[in-house]
């Protein structure tokens, strides 16, 4: 079955620090994934998806066949990255989410 | 992008009453789709709204738990029917843009509180 897998709950990382969000997806067939994101009281929003190969707000995230993993990272993190993260995969006409991690920045 | 609109943003509701929620875009979409997004859980799609024909549904949601309609290509509507506090949640409609038609813009959500 398709899924998406985001095992923290919670990542409290502190300033300046590199920050890893963990995603592993199950996929027969080849995957299109997305990272979302939630600010406080703001809509959920795209951060990025694997297919631009595009780094956003410093963040990027590289598919990993092999190891079905697509993590998000960022090499300094910043007081403004605090929010909620969405590893999601498409499945036909249908996008499915993980359960989210909340990123904490620590001053 | 498009721009979703929600109504109502926020609402507490009795035990055995129903409520409507409506999510009107500014433009014509292809896809609609309803999502719930309970406390600590994930993001779980409820249905899929399809344009002059019935909603087609995720395992575990049904019709008459949640009717859905979509009259046109700009509006949907999604019915929390006979409320339970397990009801309790935010709902949220999205829509389907970008290249490939595979980005989803959300609307900012409805908060749903069953007493």
């Known amino acids: 079955a398709q899924r998406v897998t985001q095992p923290e709950k919670l990542l409290s990382v502190f300033k300046g620090a590199p920050v890893e969000l963990k995603c592993n997806y199950s996929?027969?067939?080849?995957?299109?994934l997305f990272w979302y994101v939630q600010y406080s009281r703001q809509r959920l929003q795209l951060l990025l998806r694997?297919?631009s190969r595009e780094s956003i707000k410093g963040f990027t995230a590289d598919l990993n066949k092999g190891e079905t993993s697509f993590h998000l990272k960022k090499p300094f993190a910043q007081e403004e990255d605090s929010a909620m993260y969405y590893c999601?995969?498409?499945?036909?006409?249908?996008?499915?989410f993980g359960k989210g991690t909340r990123l904490h920045i620590l001053p | 992008s498009a721009v979703i609109s929600q109504k109502p943003s926020r609402d507490i509701c009795q035990r055995g009453t129903s409520l409507t929620i409506q999510c009107q875009v500014d433009?014509?979409?292809?896809?609609m789709f309803w999502y719930r997004q309970q406390p600590g859980q994930s993001l779980t799609l409820i249905a899929t709204?399809?344009?002059?024909?019935?909603?087609?549904?995720e395992s575990g949601f049904v019709i008459d738990k949640f009717p859905i309609s979509r009259p046109n290509l700009t509006f949907s509507t999604l019915t929390v029917s006979n409320m339970s506090p397990e009801d309790s949640s935010i709902y949220l409609c999205?829509?389907?843009?970008?290249?490939?038609?595979?980005?989803?813009?959300f609307g900012a959500g409805s908060r749903l509180t069953v007493l």
């Open positions: 999205s829509v389907v843009e970008g290249p490939g038609a595979n980005v989803l813009t």
């Open positions: 996929y027969s067939g080849s995957p299109e």
């Open positions: 694997h297919i």
């Open positions: 999601a995969l498409r499945n036909g006409d249908k996008i499915i």
């Open positions: 433009s014509q979409v292809t896809m």
């Open positions: 709204a399809n344009q002059g024909s019935e909603a087609t549904y």
